[in-house]
Structure formats: C-alpha cells, structure tokens
C-alpha cells in the first residue's frame, strides 16, 4: 500500500508549520519587549534581569529546534510521509519539549515569588514552587522519553501519562497563580473603593491577571486536548509550538507593565493632590507618595497592588 495514501499534510506538517510561524512573531514579540525591559527598568535587581535573559536565550533555543525539526519534516523527509507518525521525533522537537518545560517552570517559580511579595505567606509560594519544579522534571522526563520512544505511535501506547502529567501540572500550576492573584488583589481591591481611580488601578490589574493566566492554562489544555483524542496528526505540535512563548511573553508584559501603572498611579496622585481640602476622606487623608525611580503609594490600611508590582523587581 502507498503510504502516502493516508496522509494528510493539512493536520500534520501543514498544522505544524502553521504553529512554527505564529511561534516566530512571539519570539519575535518577546525580543521586542526584552529590549523595552532592559531599556525601562535599568535599576531592577541583577537577579531579575538575569532571568529574563535567561528565559529569552531559551526562547531563541526553543524557535530554532522547532524551525530545525520543521526543516526535517518538510525537507529532509520530504520523499517519506510515513516518518511523520510513524517515525520517531527530530531530535531538535525533543529538544525544543525540554526548553518548553524550563521556560514555564522559570516562569511560574517567578510568579510564585509575585505571590509571596503580595502575601508575606510562604504556603502557597511553596506549592507553585513545588509543581513548577514538577514540570521541569515532566519535561525531563519527556526529552529522555522521547529520545527512547521508536515512534509517535510507541508514546500513545506505552508512556502517555507522562506528557498528560507535564501538561496537567502545567494548567494546574497556571490557575493556583492565577486564582491566588487575584484573590489578593480582590481583597485590596475592597480596601480602595472610596477612591475611583485607585479602584479602576487595582481593577486593571485584575484583568492582566486573569488574561495571562487564562493564555497559558488555554494553550496547555488545547495542546493536550489535541495530543489525547487526535493521535494521527500533528496539531498538538502546533499548540505546543506557541506554548513556550505564552509564558515567557506573559513574564515581560508583566514586568513592562509596570511603566503603564506607574503612569496610572501619578494621575492618581495629581488627582488627589488637586482635589479641596474639605473633600479629602479619611483613606486619601493618610495617602503619601515617594518616588525613587519607583512609585509607591500608601493608604492607611495596606499597601496598594502597584507597590507589589515593583517588589518583584528587588
């Protein structure tokens, strides 16, 4: 039998290429706002500017396997469609799945560390810590795998806990950061309510919040959604492809996020400066402002959320 007979390059190398390109502009994207970071924020703590550089080599890393293992599919095993599943990955994707997993866990481990700077608590810093730590381990785990594995086909048979666990603690670890966020800045949020502005500031950050978290956990559950119930071709890939740069365009935009609250919180200022004595409230009466660089606002209840925004960068 022709083996080409069955195949379909539209759900395997043409789904996987779609992904690769669109993978592209986000790396793209990221090297974009790492110049801005770097270029923004020269005061930020040489731990934190070593992390983005770190996450940005590994996404540099991670596009070039993928354009090498689309290189392979496309190109060299051009004359051979039935190496496409029935073969075993380039090695460039295996290690393109290893980059992944160290991308997300570098950047979740990040933003556990947002949580305690938000909280002072170190009990739910440490869970993220952990499954972050688990997901390094799952795309370890995948890399050797994989190099062992014959074929796709072996994967699914034998070992496809593996990848449904690296995926599962991925979209697990996304929402505990993304729910525990929000619950503090909801609670700060209530604190705030007799002044507009600083609500509207607080809200804003809760909408980030939420639209971060819900890219990351919606490419995870996508990806493996595809890799369970579509076994015979390579749209996984292509979701996969883009999963690695979610995270790492979600630790810049919220890093370089900060110059537009920084921005939000000196209207604020100007605003409450501006308004007449008799009309300042006991929370704006207590209000105060410094600004080193970084602006900090405190009420006399708590700290608003845009001081934690600028703790991380400590």
């Known amino acids: 039998m022709d083996p080409t007979a069955s195949f379909n390059p539209h759900t395997t190398i043409g789904a996987f290429l779609i992904g690769v390109l669109v993978s592209y502009v986000l790396v793209g994207v990221a090297t974009t706002q790492t110049y801005i970071y770097y270029g923004r924020f020269p005061d930020d703590s040489p731990r934190l500017k070593a992390l983005v550089a ?85 795309g370890f785990g995948n890399l050797i ?32 950061i993304t729910a525990t966020l929000v619950f503090h800045l909801h609670q700060q949020r209530k604190e705030v309510n007799e002044s ?11 909408l980030w919040t939420i ?16 890799f369970i119930t579509m076994r015979h071709n390579l749209i996984f890939l292509a979701f996969f492809a883009l999963e690695a740069q979610m995270f790492s365009n979600s630790l810049l935009a919220s890093l370089n996020s900060r110059e537009a609250l920084r921005e939000m919180n000196e209207r604020e200022i100007s605003w409450k400066i501006s308004l007449p004595a008799m009309s ?33 960068a400590k």
């Open 145 to 176: 795998l994989e190099l062992r594995m014959a074929s796709l086909v072996d994967v699914h048979k034998h070992w496809l806990w593996l990848p449904e666990f690296a995926w599962s603690i991925s979209v697990a670890t996304d929402l505990t």
């Open 54 to 138: 770190f996450v940005w080599v590994c996404e540099i890393i991670h596009g070039l396997c993928l354009g090498h293992g689309l290189y392979v599919y496309t190109i060299i095993d051009y004359w051979h469609p039935d190496r496409i599943l029935g073969g075993p990955y380039p090695r460039s994707i295996d290690t393109a799945v290893f980059f992944c997993g160290l991308i997300s866990a570098c950047v979740q481990a990040f933003f556990g560390f947002r949580i305690y700077a938000f909280s002072r608590k170190l009990y739910i810093p440490i869970l993220i810590w952990i499954m972050a730590f688990l997901r390094l381990l799952a």
């Open 280 to 312: 300042t409230t006991p929370a704006t009466s207590s209000l105060a402002f410094r600004t080193t660089g970084v602006t900090n606002i405190t009420c006399d209840c708590r700290r608003l959320a845009v001081v934690h925004e600028d703790e991380c």
């Open 211 to 226: 639209e971060t978290g819900a890219l990351t956990s919606l490419t995870s559950i996508v990806a493996l959604t595809c």
């Open 196 to 206: 507009p502005r600083t609500a509207a500031l607080v809200d804003k950050l809760i």
